[in-house]
């Protein structure tokens, strides 16, 4: 049941997102008063220590968040819409079971110089859960591929089949790996910002306008597919190079997403799911209004990360979970009640 206008909830989304942000640079193992912050995006003389906490740490870090929320939830909503499922996730098509692959498979083999630049001042963590991400998808593309097109619901099938071997091969290298390992492969797969650089703002920025620009020349097409494949064909539509073009798109920017942020769940489920409940279908307002929802979860998500065990830092995928989860149980039990 539709509750907001889409122009009225982009907007409020659009308020709402500088608003978290500002508030994020606030919060932390130090706190930094509202007015320092907005004396230092100003460009206003503030202390040192207060300059270099902003723009060293917590601002590459918020602005990581939001790009990463956007891809991750824009992602989801068209997986959602491919799939013709409301259920659906970018996890689907088995870019993140082999992100975690390659990350994993680097940090059992590189040793001590997995966080040495290997591309672009990356770790070389980054660079293999990309490059296992690609591979994944791939693999689940070429499965679902025949002479006739690609079969949406193969594509399920062989999403399925990869994470499971994907998380087959997590297990033999977990068996092989030190106690550090283990550890570092733990935290990885929980998803954490506190990593984040103005290299990876910048690469995961470009990716997310990227996304940006192509996604809502899809958005008509999205809308037909809703029909079935076989109605927006007889629309004009050329429905296997929109799957081909949307299938990469989506790789590329989750791949990214793994890469620099590691596992962060549930965004690209719940987002366009709520937003779809509150707007409606149109991929045309759905899209831009799940990235708008999920760039600000992630920036709340990550503030409270910060906070929640001072001194110390929850990763933030852990944090997704434990706020999307009951929420979105309690959707499902809603609707179940509206049936």
Not at 100 to 109: C, E, H, Q, R
Not at 313 to 325: F, K, N, Q, R, W
Request: glycine share 10%.
């Amino acid at each position: 049941m539709r509750h907001f206008s889409a122009p009225s909830l982009i907007w409020l989304l659009a308020i709402l997102l500088p608003v978290a942000a500002l508030v994020s640079l606030t919060v932390g193992t130090v706190d930094i008063s509202l007015s320092d912050a907005l004396n230092a995006m100003t460009g206003s003389s503030v202390n040192s220590q207060i300059h270099i906490i902003l723009f060293d740490i917590r601002l590459p870090r918020i602005l990581l968040a939001i790009a990463v929320g956007a891809v991750l939830a824009s992602t989801g909503a068209v997986m959602q819409g491919l799939f013709r499922n409301p259920l659906a996730d970018p996890s689907l098509i088995g870019v993140s079971s082999g992100a975690s692959v390659g990350a994993s498979l680097m940090i059992v083999t590189a040793g001590g110089v997995i966080q040495s630049g290997a591309l672009l001042g990356l770790s070389l963590v980054a660079v293999g859960a990309f490059v296992g991400g690609f591979v994944a998808t791939l693999l689940v593309y070429r499965l679902a591929t025949s002479g006739i097109g690609t079969s949406v619901t193969t594509m399920l099938l062989a999403g399925i089949a990869i994470a499971a071997l994907a998380g087959a091969l997590n297990s033999l290298l977990s068996y092989f790996s030190d106690n550090d390992m283990l550890r570092q492969i733990s935290l990885w797969q929980m998803g954490n910002l506190s990593g984040a650089s103005w290299t990876k703002v910048i690469i995961m920025g470009s990716v997310a306008l990227l996304l940006m620009g192509f996604f809502p020349r899809d958005s008509k097409a999205l809308n037909a597919l809703l029909l079935g494949e076989s109605e927006a064909r007889h629309l004009g539509i050329d429905v296997q190079r929109v799957k081909r073009r949307l299938i990469v798109l989506t790789a590329l920017g989750v791949g990214v997403s793994v890469a620099l942020a590691g596992l962060v769940g549930f965004v690209g489920l719940i987002m366009p799911h709520i937003v779809r409940l509150a707007i409606g279908p149109d991929h045309r307002w759905l899209v831009p209004a799940a990235a708008l929802a999920g760039a600000t979860l992630l920036v709340i998500a990550d503030s409270l990360a910060r906070i929640v065990v001072i001194p110390a830092e929850l990763p933030t995928g852990i944090l997704t979970a434990l706020l999307g989860a009951p929420f979105f149980v309690a959707l499902l039990l809603q609707q179940r009640k509206d049936v």
